[in-house]
């Protein structure tokens, strides 16, 4: 019965429709401002956009079987470039542009913002890792 809840669950969470995206805005380097028909307005980091890329080669290290990204606190982003009429390609300063972020993603990236962060930063320091880039000697 359980399973069947959970089943549902999903089923239900992935049924819903994300409202219309009605502005996007770059603030370069530091972030992207999202607007949606409902009255949702997000303010999402480079860190936060860098670590949730949605590209499969966005610099992952493997620890004990987690896919963790680390060492972004500061990363910038230096451009936006238009996918169609569905969503944007980030680059950002540490070279990294191959995700695809859709609309719909930065309104998941948006309204999850506090969960998915504090995940992170729980993941980050389960393996010993940090935020802040590795200092050069």
Same mark, same amino acid.
Not at 19 to 31: E, V
Not at 53 to 72: L, N, Q, T
């Given at each position: 019965m359980?399973?069947? $809840?959970?089943?549902?669950?999903?089923?239900? /969470?992935?049924?819903v429709e994300?409202? @219309? #995206?009605? $502005?996007?805005? #770059?603030?370069?380097?530091? *972030?992207? !401002?999202?607007?949606?028909?409902?009255?949702?307005?997000?303010?999402?980091?480079? !860190?936060? #956009?860098?670590?949730?890329?949605?590209?499969?080669?966005?610099?992952?290290? *493997?620890v004990?079987? !987690?896919?963790? %990204? *680390?060492? $972004?606190?500061?990363?910038?982003? &230096?451009?936006? !470039?238009?996918?169609?009429?569905?969503?944007?390609?980030?680059?950002? =300063? =540490?070279?990294?542009? /191959?995700? %695809?972020?859709?609309?719909?993603?930065?309104?998941?990236?948006? *309204?999850?913002?506090? /969960?998915? &962060?504090?995940?992170? %930063?729980? /993941?980050?320091?389960?393996?010993? #890792?940090? @935020?802040?880039?590795p @200092?050069?000697?």
């Amino acid at each position: 019965m359980a399973g069947i $809840r959970r089943a549902i669950r999903c089923i239900q /969470t992935v049924a819903v429709e994300c409202p @219309r #995206l009605t $502005r996007f805005t #770059l603030q370069a380097p530091k *972030s992207v !401002e999202v607007e949606y028909d409902n009255g949702s307005v997000y303010s999402l980091s480079a !860190e936060y #956009l860098r670590i949730y890329s949605p590209a499969v080669d966005s610099k992952i290290r *493997s620890v004990g079987g !987690e896919k963790v %990204i *680390s060492g $972004r606190r500061h990363v910038g982003i &230096m451009s936006a !470039e238009p996918i169609g009429n569905y969503g944007v390609r980030l680059l950002f =300063d =540490d070279l990294h542009k /191959t995700g %695809i972020f859709t609309w719909d993603y930065f309104y998941h990236l948006g *309204s999850n913002r506090f /969960t998915l &962060m504090r995940n992170y %930063i729980r /993941t980050l320091k389960k393996h010993g #890792l940090s @935020r802040d880039p590795p @200092r050069r000697k």
